[in-house]
């Protein structure tokens, strides 16, 4: 009789103990990856901005290295452009500036009154790859406008 209740509490404690150690939680190991980034969306808070506000920021830009920055609105969204390449959603971070949604671009833009624009964009330049090594890294240039 004491051999059958032993048995009985060694194969419920056999259920019991994985379940006791599947309740823990398991936390993934962290990795930190070093490196540049934008660093924009965290730190700044998006500002509402009108279309009538925007109005003004509507137009293509000559920028220092020779490609153009164009702006435009459609349906309350915002967006910029560099050159050919696609759209990239953009925000309001301020009366002036603005910061794509997918972290690639950050701009000022300062309209003066002489029909003249000053300000800078921050957008990423891929390095070429190291032979042997398929991961890019990532530098930040900074183009003023003209």
Same mark, same amino acid.
Do not use: C
């Given at each position: 009789?004491?051999?059958?209740?032993?048995?009985?509490?060694?194969?419920a404690?056999?259920?019991?103990? @994985?379940?006791?150690?599947?309740?823990?939680?398991?936390?993934? @190991?962290?990795?930190n $990856?070093?490196?540049? %980034?934008?660093? %924009?969306?965290?730190?700044?808070?998006?500002?509402?901005? =009108?279309?009538?506000?925007?109005y003004?920021f509507?137009?293509?830009?000559?920028?220092?290295? #020779?490609?153009?920055?164009?702006?435009f609105?459609?349906?309350?969204?915002?967006?910029a452009?560099?050159?050919?390449?696609?759209? %990239? /959603? $953009?925000?309001?971070? #301020? @009366?002036?500036s603005?910061?794509?949604?997918d %972290?690639?671009?950050?701009?000022e833009?300062?309209?003066?009154?002489?029909?003249?624009?000053?300000?800078?964009?921050?957008?990423?330049?891929?390095?070429?790859?190291?032979?042997?090594?398929d991961?890019? =890294?990532?530098?930040?240039?900074?183009?003023?406008? /003209?």
């Amino acid at each position: 009789m004491k051999k059958l209740v032993l048995l009985a509490l060694a194969s419920a404690a056999t259920f019991v103990l @994985p379940a006791v150690v599947m309740a823990q939680e398991v936390k993934p @190991p962290e990795v930190n $990856i070093s490196g540049v %980034h934008l660093n %924009h969306e965290e730190n700044q808070i998006v500002q509402y901005m =009108s279309d009538d506000e925007f109005y003004k920021f509507k137009q293509t830009y000559e920028l220092s290295n #020779g490609n153009t920055l164009s702006l435009f609105s459609r349906f309350n969204n915002k967006y910029a452009k560099l050159g050919d390449g696609t759209w %990239h /959603r $953009i925000v309001a971070t #301020g @009366p002036n500036s603005f910061v794509s949604k997918d %972290h690639q671009l950050k701009m000022e833009i300062n309209l003066q009154n002489d029909d003249k624009v000053s300000g800078y964009l921050l957008m990423p330049a891929a390095s070429p790859a190291v032979a042997g090594n398929d991961v890019t =890294s990532v530098a930040y240039v900074k183009v003023v406008f /003209r």
